[in-house]
């Protein structure tokens, strides 16, 4: 007669769960962080003659700002990270806010406008979001994996 006894694996998984939250904040931050320099390199790009709109721009994971695109090249002015969609707006939820803190940010991203700039235009965070999707999963998923030892 044998004893299966559980005991080591339900400790370890209290470790296990215990430090999920903690990788997929991380994840989360990554694939954030991602976006918000796709949303900067890759066409449509903030168009650069508004003034400080590409230095505007945050990843918000719970109340961490864990990237920004202050100081980059390029950007006209310098700009002030988005801060006021956190934490209100996420509080209690696995969620990643990126965007752009101007009072122009919406207006810029969604009319079309005729765009001096080669490569910017509208949309520079949706589309991306739209069309590379499952590359920011993949992201979340690869941090989370390897913040948890599974992958």
Excluded at 3 to 15: M, T
Excluded at 28 to 39: I, Q, R
């Amino acid at each position: 007669m044998g004893l299966f006894d559980a005991s080591q694996f339900q400790g370890n998984l209290g470790a296990f769960a215990r430090g999920m939250p903690g990788a997929i904040q991380r994840g989360l931050a990554e694939a954030g962080a991602t976006l918000l320099d796709d949303s900067r390199t890759l066409t449509p790009t903030p168009p650069k003659r508004t003034g400080r709109l590409r230095e505007s721009g945050s990843v918000i994971v719970g109340r961490l700002v864990p990237a920004t695109t202050q100081g980059t090249e390029g950007a006209s002015e310098p700009g002030t990270p988005c801060t006021d969609a956190m934490p209100e707006k996420v509080a209690g939820r696995w969620a990643c806010f990126v965007g752009f803190n101007t009072q122009y940010a919406a207006k810029v991203h969604n009319t079309a406008f005729n765009f001096r700039e080669p490569g910017s235009g509208t949309g520079f965070l949706q589309r991306k979001m739209i069309e590379r999707r499952s590359l920011y999963l993949g992201v979340l998923n690869e941090v989370v994996k390897r913040e948890m030892g599974t992958g």
